[in-house]
């Protein structure tokens, strides 16, 4: 199993931004951030392979946030710009090592590792 850290979670007010980072102890094929508000279910917010940097995103976040990877493929941030009340989640970093599929990349199913979570609390 891979170990992830996250990092970068905090406060801010809404239009705001945040980026949160995570930092894999190993190899992935693909990696992801999820993100679970209080009483609700996890979501997928955003994933990338980690070889070809192909993307899932969300509806409700294209255009505001942005996941992205460094050289070394061990570490995958998440840029958020314009940050809305709604955004406010416990996120969670994720990381697969087998294969997924392009229709399943949203899928908390695919995922074998994951982080402990940082909070985002956006204020209106």
């Known amino acids: 199993q891979v170990q992830l850290v996250e990092s970068g979670g905090g406060s801010v007010q809404a239009g705001g931004s945040l980026r949160l980072s995570c930092a894999a102890s190993?190899?992935?094929?693909?990696m992801a951030w999820f993100r679970q508000g209080p009483g609700q279910e996890r979501e997928a917010v955003a994933a990338m392979y980690t070889e070809s940097g192909g993307t899932f995103y969300l509806d409700s976040v294209k255009g505001r946030f942005t996941i992205a990877r460094d050289s070394s493929k061990n570490r995958v941030y998440l840029q958020m710009n314009n940050l809305k009340f709604d955004d406010t989640a416990m996120y969670y970093c994720a990381g697969a090592r087998r294969k997924v599929p392009g229709s399943r990349m949203g899928s908390p199913d695919e995922y074998d590792s994951w982080g402990q979570g940082t909070q985002v609390t956006v204020s209106s």
């Open positions: 190993g190899n992935t094929y693909a």
